[in-house]
């Protein structure tokens, strides 16, 4: 019977323990693409905290993903075709190439070919 007070008791431990662990919070990083003759876009960010990679496609005018709170870079951003005379503008909601996310910040670029 000790036995098996034991066991349950070490069960529920576990899911106790397992159950209150800290969930990694995310937010959104969006790119918005203008375009003359090609839809679509993409854009690469880098978390300069865990040196992570994320892409961002826009199939048309908007594309967005899902990222864990930290410091971002944009790395590059532009639409699927602007080649001259047409010239590619990227610009973004902070006017910064460098952003936070976290419970406050978003973080939309903006890709336009003009």
């Known amino acids: 019977m000790k036995n098996l007070i034991t066991k349950a008791f070490l069960i529920m431990l576990l899911f106790t323990t397992t159950s209150f662990k800290n969930k990694t919070s995310t937010g959104i990083v969006a790119l918005e693409v203008s375009y003359m003759t090609v839809m679509g876009g993409q854009a690469t960010i880098l978390n300069t905290d865990t040196n992570t990679y994320y892409y961002i ?12 709170h930290g ?3 944009l790395v ?35 890709a336009s070919c003009y």
Do not use: K, M, R
Request: hydrophobic share 25%.
């Open 57 to 68: 496609n826009a199939v048309d005018t908007y594309g967005s993903t899902e990222v864990p």
């Open 71 to 73: 410091n971002y870079e």
């Open 76 to 110: 590059s951003a532009s639409t699927n075709s602007c080649s001259p005379p047409l010239i590619s503008s990227v610009t973004t909601s902070t006017g910064y190439t460098s952003f936070v996310i976290d419970d406050n910040n978003s973080f939309t670029i903006f």
